[in-house]
Protein backbone atom coordinates (compact mmCIF):
# COMPACT_ATOMS: atom_id res chain seq x y z
CA UNK A 1 0.00 0.00 0.00
CA UNK A 2 2.83 2.29 0.76
CA UNK A 3 4.42 1.86 -2.45
CA UNK A 4 1.10 3.08 -4.32
CA UNK A 5 1.65 6.66 -2.55
CA UNK A 6 3.64 9.58 -4.21
CA UNK A 7 4.31 11.75 -0.88
CA UNK A 8 2.60 11.62 2.96
CA UNK A 9 1.02 14.90 3.86
CA UNK A 10 -0.12 14.77 6.87
CA UNK A 11 1.18 12.15 9.48
CA UNK A 12 -0.66 10.34 12.38
CA UNK A 13 1.18 12.73 14.80
CA UNK A 14 0.20 15.61 12.86
CA UNK A 15 -3.44 14.66 12.38
CA UNK A 16 -4.00 13.72 16.14
CA UNK A 17 -2.90 16.72 17.11
CA UNK A 18 -5.05 18.64 14.54
CA UNK A 19 -8.27 16.13 15.67
CA UNK A 20 -7.90 17.15 19.22
CA UNK A 21 -7.51 21.09 18.48
CA UNK A 22 -10.98 20.93 16.59
CA UNK A 23 -12.58 18.67 19.62
CA UNK A 24 -11.26 21.16 21.94
CA UNK A 25 -13.03 24.51 19.75
CA UNK A 26 -15.87 22.10 19.69
CA UNK A 27 -16.34 21.30 22.90
CA UNK A 28 -15.85 24.82 23.95
CA UNK A 29 -18.30 25.81 21.57
CA UNK A 30 -20.62 23.36 22.15
CA UNK A 31 -20.77 24.18 26.25
CA UNK A 32 -23.57 24.64 28.56
CA UNK A 33 -25.23 26.86 29.27
CA UNK A 34 -25.01 28.09 25.75
CA UNK A 35 -25.78 25.29 24.26
CA UNK A 36 -27.22 21.54 24.15
CA UNK A 37 -24.65 18.75 23.44
CA UNK A 38 -24.34 17.95 19.47
CA UNK A 39 -25.74 15.13 17.71
CA UNK A 40 -22.50 14.10 15.33
CA UNK A 41 -23.14 12.67 12.34
CA UNK A 42 -20.48 11.00 10.36
CA UNK A 43 -20.68 10.54 6.89
CA UNK A 44 -19.70 7.04 5.78
CA UNK A 45 -17.70 5.39 4.90
CA UNK A 46 -14.76 8.42 4.97
CA UNK A 47 -15.08 9.55 7.93
CA UNK A 48 -15.06 6.80 10.51
CA UNK A 49 -11.54 7.05 11.30
CA UNK A 50 -11.61 10.72 11.98
CA UNK A 51 -15.02 10.59 13.72
CA UNK A 52 -13.63 7.82 16.15
CA UNK A 53 -10.74 10.08 17.39
CA UNK A 54 -12.61 13.40 16.97
CA UNK A 55 -15.55 12.05 19.88
CA UNK A 56 -12.94 10.61 21.54
CA UNK A 57 -12.03 13.89 22.72
CA UNK A 58 -14.86 15.84 22.74
CA UNK A 59 -15.91 16.79 26.31
CA UNK A 60 -19.44 16.58 25.89
CA UNK A 61 -22.27 14.31 26.05
CA UNK A 62 -22.43 14.10 22.66
CA UNK A 63 -25.00 11.43 20.54
CA UNK A 64 -23.36 9.43 17.07
CA UNK A 65 -24.97 8.46 13.95
CA UNK A 66 -24.12 8.21 10.78
CA UNK A 67 -25.78 8.52 7.06
CA UNK A 68 -24.59 7.39 3.96
CA UNK A 69 -24.41 9.48 0.48
CA UNK A 70 -24.12 8.30 -3.13
CA UNK A 71 -22.92 10.12 -5.72
CA UNK A 72 -24.49 8.94 -8.72
CA UNK A 73 -23.85 10.01 -12.84
CA UNK A 74 -20.91 9.01 -15.48
CA UNK A 75 -17.41 9.43 -15.01
CA UNK A 76 -17.40 12.28 -18.20
CA UNK A 77 -20.38 14.20 -16.44
CA UNK A 78 -19.49 15.71 -13.85
CA UNK A 79 -21.57 14.15 -10.03
CA UNK A 80 -24.70 15.82 -8.83
CA UNK A 81 -26.49 15.95 -5.43
CA UNK A 82 -26.09 12.38 -3.92
CA UNK A 83 -28.42 10.83 -2.99
CA UNK A 84 -28.69 9.52 0.53
CA UNK A 85 -28.88 5.47 0.74
CA UNK A 86 -28.72 5.32 4.43
CA UNK A 87 -30.82 7.01 6.76
CA UNK A 88 -29.77 8.63 10.34
CA UNK A 89 -31.60 6.53 12.95
CA UNK A 90 -31.28 9.07 16.10
CA UNK A 91 -34.35 12.17 15.64
CA UNK A 92 -32.11 15.26 14.82
CA UNK A 93 -34.94 17.88 14.96
CA UNK A 94 -35.08 20.27 17.54
CA UNK A 95 -30.82 19.17 17.94
CA UNK A 96 -27.78 20.87 16.74
CA UNK A 97 -25.95 18.67 14.52
CA UNK A 98 -22.72 18.57 13.79
CA UNK A 99 -22.02 16.83 10.07
CA UNK A 100 -18.51 15.33 10.00
CA UNK A 101 -17.12 14.33 7.02
CA UNK A 102 -13.43 13.05 5.75
CA UNK A 103 -13.03 16.23 2.75
CA UNK A 104 -15.01 18.71 1.41
CA UNK A 105 -14.46 18.77 -2.54
CA UNK A 106 -17.24 20.21 -4.66
CA UNK A 107 -19.52 20.90 -1.93
CA UNK A 108 -22.47 18.73 -3.46
CA UNK A 109 -22.52 15.93 -0.41
CA UNK A 110 -22.37 19.05 2.45
CA UNK A 111 -25.07 20.46 0.65
CA UNK A 112 -27.38 18.05 -0.17
CA UNK A 113 -26.80 16.76 3.77
CA UNK A 114 -26.93 20.01 5.05
CA UNK A 115 -30.94 20.29 3.38
CA UNK A 116 -31.58 16.73 4.13
CA UNK A 117 -30.94 17.61 8.28
CA UNK A 118 -32.82 21.05 7.64
CA UNK A 119 -35.89 19.01 6.81
CA UNK A 120 -35.52 16.91 9.66
CA UNK A 121 -36.03 19.55 12.13
CA UNK A 122 -32.49 20.26 13.03
CA UNK A 123 -31.86 23.68 14.81
CA UNK A 124 -28.55 23.92 13.36
CA UNK A 125 -26.02 21.59 11.49
CA UNK A 126 -22.26 22.84 11.50
CA UNK A 127 -20.08 20.96 9.23
CA UNK A 128 -16.97 19.81 10.75
CA UNK A 129 -14.36 18.41 7.69
CA UNK A 130 -10.78 17.12 8.29
CA UNK A 131 -9.84 18.12 4.88
CA UNK A 132 -11.19 21.01 2.47
CA UNK A 133 -9.91 21.45 -1.06
CA UNK A 134 -11.77 24.57 -1.96
CA UNK A 135 -9.86 24.61 -5.50
CA UNK A 136 -12.40 22.47 -6.68
CA UNK A 137 -15.91 23.52 -4.89
CA UNK A 138 -18.72 24.51 -7.53
CA UNK A 139 -21.59 23.97 -4.78
CA UNK A 140 -21.62 26.86 -2.02
CA UNK A 141 -23.38 25.70 0.79
CA UNK A 142 -24.70 27.37 3.59
CA UNK A 143 -25.08 25.86 7.12
CA UNK A 144 -28.11 25.76 8.97
CA UNK A 145 -28.97 28.32 11.91
CA UNK A 146 -26.16 29.31 13.80
CA UNK A 147 -24.13 26.69 12.26
CA UNK A 148 -20.30 27.05 12.49
CA UNK A 149 -17.33 25.66 9.77
CA UNK A 150 -14.80 23.29 11.32
CA UNK A 151 -11.97 22.38 8.95
CA UNK A 152 -8.40 20.42 10.11
CA UNK A 153 -6.15 21.19 7.18
CA UNK A 154 -6.40 22.86 3.71
CA UNK A 155 -6.12 20.14 1.13
CA UNK A 156 -4.11 20.77 -2.24
CA UNK A 157 -5.88 19.67 -5.48
CA UNK A 158 -4.33 16.49 -5.61
CA UNK A 159 -5.98 13.09 -5.11
CA UNK A 160 -5.46 12.02 -1.23
CA UNK A 161 -5.63 8.58 0.40
CA UNK A 162 -5.54 7.77 3.93
CA UNK A 163 -7.01 7.53 7.14
CA UNK A 164 -10.22 6.94 6.32
CA UNK A 165 -10.36 7.85 2.39
CA UNK A 166 -10.43 5.33 0.01
CA UNK A 167 -9.41 4.83 -3.49
CA UNK A 168 -11.95 2.12 -4.73
CA UNK A 169 -12.67 1.42 -1.44
CA UNK A 170 -8.90 0.23 -0.12
CA UNK A 171 -6.06 2.67 1.60
CA UNK A 172 -8.78 3.21 4.12
CA UNK A 173 -6.83 2.08 6.91
CA UNK A 174 -3.41 3.69 6.18
CA UNK A 175 -2.60 5.67 9.20
CA UNK A 176 -1.38 8.78 7.26
CA UNK A 177 -2.83 10.84 4.46
CA UNK A 178 -0.64 11.23 1.19
CA UNK A 179 -1.52 11.60 -2.18
CA UNK A 180 -1.75 8.57 -4.39
CA UNK A 181 0.42 7.87 -7.19
CA UNK A 182 -1.50 9.00 -10.30
CA UNK A 183 -1.22 5.59 -12.66
CA UNK A 184 -2.68 3.90 -9.50
CA UNK A 185 -5.79 5.21 -10.71
CA UNK A 186 -5.21 6.49 -14.86
CA UNK A 187 -7.13 3.81 -16.07
CA UNK A 188 -10.51 4.57 -13.82
CA UNK A 189 -12.94 6.95 -14.34
CA UNK A 190 -13.21 10.25 -12.17
CA UNK A 191 -16.24 8.83 -10.96
CA UNK A 192 -14.69 5.83 -9.52
CA UNK A 193 -12.58 7.88 -7.79
CA UNK A 194 -15.02 9.95 -6.17
CA UNK A 195 -17.26 7.56 -3.74
CA UNK A 196 -17.68 8.65 -0.30
P1 LIG B 1 -17.98 16.36 -2.72
O1 LIG B 1 -17.45 16.56 -4.11
O2 LIG B 1 -19.44 16.02 -2.73
O3 LIG B 1 -17.67 17.54 -1.82
O4 LIG B 1 -17.22 15.12 -2.12
C1 LIG B 1 -17.64 13.82 -2.43
C2 LIG B 1 -16.77 12.78 -1.80
O5 LIG B 1 -15.71 12.54 -2.71
C3 LIG B 1 -16.07 13.11 -0.49
O6 LIG B 1 -16.89 12.92 0.63
C4 LIG B 1 -14.95 12.10 -0.51
O7 LIG B 1 -15.39 10.89 0.04
C5 LIG B 1 -14.65 11.99 -2.00
N1 LIG B 1 -13.42 12.74 -2.31
C6 LIG B 1 -13.26 13.99 -2.74
N2 LIG B 1 -11.96 14.31 -2.90
C7 LIG B 1 -11.26 13.20 -2.56
C8 LIG B 1 -9.87 12.87 -2.48
O8 LIG B 1 -8.94 13.64 -2.77
N3 LIG B 1 -9.58 11.60 -2.07
C9 LIG B 1 -10.53 10.69 -1.74
N4 LIG B 1 -10.12 9.48 -1.34
N5 LIG B 1 -11.84 10.97 -1.78
C10 LIG B 1 -12.19 12.21 -2.17
MG1 LIG C 1 -14.25 7.42 -1.57
MG1 LIG D 1 -16.92 11.76 2.43
Keep these: MDDDVLTVLWTPEQLLQRVCDLAS ?3 HDFSPPDSSAPVIVGVATGAFLFLADLVRNIK ?3 TVDFVRAESYGSGTVSTGPPKI ?3 VKLDVAGKHVIL ?4 VDTGNTVSRLISYLEAKGATSVSVCTLLDKPA ?8 LGDGKF ?3 FECPDSFVVGYGLDFNERYRNLPYIG ?6 YTTTSDNDKYNN
Aim: glycine fraction near 4%; charge should be negative; aromatic fraction near 6%.
Design 150 to 152: YSG
Design 100 to 103: VEDI
Design 25 to 27: QIT
Design 60 to 62: LPV
Design 85 to 87: SCD
Design 179 to 184: VLKPQV
Design 136 to 143: RRTVQFEL
